[in-house]
C-alpha cells in the first residue's frame, strides 16, 4: 500500500499570502494525484486532479503540481474562506487508493 | 455533473450490519463509478471500495474483504453498500463519490455509530 505523507500538519496563514501545502507518495504515483478541501461539517470538495488539472469552477489562485513522489497544492492568496483541511490522495496502478492525512490551513 | 443524496444516521450494536444507500441524479446512473470512502472521527479518508453499475462489477479494499458487499440498483439510480460484523473502529461518516480514481462528486455523508 502506497502511503501519502503531508506536511506541515496544520498551517497558520495570513489573508493575502501563499500558500505551499506538500504532499510525498512512499513510491512513485507518477501524476496520479488529487487534492481534495473540506471544511468543517461538509463533504470534501475537489480541488486538483492528474496533479495539475482543475476542477470545475475551481477559483484560479488554486494550483497543483508535481510527479513521481513529490506534489504541493498552492493557493497564491490565501482567502479566508479558504480555511480547511487538504487532502492529497495517490490513484497509481491498482487499489487500494489512499489519502495523506491532512493540512489543515488557519487563519492568522 | 452527478447529484449524490444517502441515507440518514445509523446506530448499529457490535456485531451487527448496516446498510446506507446513495441515489444519484443529473447524469447517467450507470455509466458512472461510484466509490464508497470512510472518515472516522477526526481522522483522514479511507476508500473502501467502488462499482460501475453499467458492468456490475466492483472492487473493494482488501481490509474489508469478507464483510463488505457494494451493490447498485439501475432502476432507482442507488448503490448501496453494506457493512457487516461492526465492531467499534468502524464508526466514521461514509461517503459516496462519483468516479473510480479520484472523486469529482461528493453525497453529504452518512454517521454511523457502533455503540453497545
Known amino acids: 500500500e502506497i502511503v501519502m505523507t503531508q506536511s506541515p500538519a496544520t498551517l497558520s496563514v495570513s489573508p493575502g499570502e501563499r500558500v505551499t501545502l506538500s504532499c510525498r507518495a512512499s513510491?512513485?504515483?507518477?501524476?496520479?494525484v488529487a487534492w481534495y478541501q473540506q471544511k468543517p461539517g461538509q463533504a470534501p470538495r475537489l480541488l486538483i486532479y492528474?496533479?495539475?488539472s482543475r476542477a470545475i469552477s475551481l477559483p484560479a489562485r488554486f494550483s497543483g503540481s508535481g510527479s513521481g513522489t513529490e506534489f504541493t497544492l498552492t493557493i497564491s492568496s490565501l482567502q479566508s474562506e479558504d480555511l480547511a483541511v487538504y487532502f492529497c490522495q495517490q490513484y497509481s496502478s491498482r487499489p487500494p487508493w489512499t489519502f495523506g492525512q491532512g493540512t489543515k490551513v488557519e487563519i492568522k | 455533473q452527478v447529484q449524490l443524496v444517502q441515507s440518514g444516521a445509523e446506530v448499529k450494536k457490535p456485531g451487527s450490519s448496516v446498510k446506507v444507500s446513495c441515489k444519484a441524479s443529473?447524469?447517467?446512473?450507470?455509466?458512472?463509478?461510484i466509490s464508497w470512502l470512510r472518515q472516522a472521527p477526526g481522522q483522514g479518508l479511507e476508500w473502501m471500495g467502488g462499482?460501475?453499475?453499467?458492468?456490475?462489477?466492483?472492487n473493494h479494499a482488501q481490509k474489508f474483504q469478507g464483510r463488505v458487499t457494494i451493490s447498485a440498483d439501475e432502476s432507482t439510480s442507488t448503490v448501496y453498500i453494506d457493512l457487516s460484523s461492526l465492531r467499534s473502529e468502524d464508526t466514521a461518516v461514509y461517503y459516496c463519490?462519483?468516479?473510480?480514481?479520484?472523486?469529482?462528486?461528493w453525497g453529504q455523508g452518512t454517521l454511523v455509530t457502533v455503540s453497545s
Open positions: 513510491q512513485s504515483v507518477s501524476n496520479n
Open positions: 443529473g447524469a447517467i446512473f450507470s455509466s458512472y463509478a
Open positions: 462499482i460501475i453499475p453499467l458492468y456490475g462489477t466492483s
Open positions: 492528474d496533479a495539475s
Open positions: 463519490a462519483s468516479g473510480d480514481n479520484w472523486f469529482q462528486s
